[in-house]
Nanobody, 124 residues
Framework: QVQLVESGGGLVQPGGSLRLSCAAS????????MGWYRQAPGEQRELVAD???????NYADSVKGRFTISRDNAKNTVTLQMNSLKPEDTAVYYC??????????????????WGQGTLVTVSS
């Protein structure tokens, strides 16, 4: 069907940078919004940033000016560049997208897809 594969998480010191990438694959017809969410231990999952097909972006207040989201529509990928990382950015980061895909019978269906998550740890 459709899969999202994330990469780029890891351990970084405060003030450092990480780059997360997410690639969508499968019988994709059209991708609408692509975004990144995160969930810290004991917390609810929250939106970090998202970007529409046309390009407008949306950021959580806590990451504005530090994180940048971008997408490559030709490659069905979305990237989150994270700079000036803080310990409070520590969380599992999830890629999410909503899209239309083509079924085995040639029909178009809408779907929301989540990645498996990648851990980002900001610590000295």
């Amino acid at each position: 069907q459709v899969q999202l594969v994330e990469s780029g998480g890891g351990l970084v010191q405060p003030g450092g940078s990480l780059r997360l990438s997410c690639a969508a694959s499968g019988s994709i017809f059209s991708i609408y919004t692509m975004g990144w969410y995160r969930q810290a231990p004991g917390e609810q999952r929250e939106l970090v940033a998202d970007i529409t097909n046309g390009g407008p972006t949306n950021y959580a207040d806590s990451v504005k000016g530090r994180f940048t989201i971008s997408r490559d529509n030709a490659k069905n990928t979305v990237t989150l560049q994270m700079n000036s990382l803080k310990p409070e950015d520590t969380a599992v980061y999830y890629c999410k997208t909503d899209l239309d895909y083509t079924t085995a019978y040639g029909r178009r269906r809408y779907l929301e897809v989540w990645g498996q998550g990648t851990l980002v740890t900001v610590s000295s």
